[in-house]
Nanobody, 124 residues
Framework: QVQLVESGGGLVHAGGSLRLSCAAS????????VAWFRQAPGKEREFVAA????????HYTDSVKGRFTISRDNAKNTVYLQMNSLKPEDTAVYYC?????????????????WGQGTQVTVSS
């Protein structure tokens, strides 16, 4: 079992930055791949970024490449999403998710555990 808690969301102006954190309870957290998804009002939840167990392989949706960076600190059982050059279209609830195994890093159905979400709002 893995319990995930997101934090770090808030209100920022366009061009600003935020760092989201996903803290996990599992002792074996380093064995899990972790991803960030987001959901804006009236829209479906979409993939944002994913990182493997080693932290050496990261994936991003095209709209955030070059602006967002996913990283992890296994010693702290925490995954981060550094978000720079934020745009109003980044406004959403951001969720972290963990999977022991997955076939498609962007498929939310491949993730077994989810956090409660943290709100990110970017004003123009």
């Amino acid at each position: 079992q893995v319990q995930l808690v997101e934090s770090g969301g808030g209100l920022v102006h366009a061009g600003g930055s935020l760092r989201l954190s996903c803290a996990a309870s599992a002792r074996t957290f380093s064995s899990y791949a972790v991803a960030w998804f987001r959901q804006a009002p009236g829209k479906e939840r979409e993939f944002v970024a994913a990182i493997r167990w080693s932290g050496g392989s990261a994936h991003y949706t095209d709209s955030v490449k070059g602006r967002f960076t996913i990283s992890r600190d296994n010693a702290k059982n925490t995954v981060y999403l550094q978000m720079n050059s934020l745009k109003p279209e980044d406004t959403a609830v951001y969720y972290c998710a963990a999977a022991l195994y997955y076939s498609d890093y962007a498929n939310q159905r491949d993730y077994d555990y989810w956090g409660q979400g943290t709100q990110v709002t970017v004003s123009s």
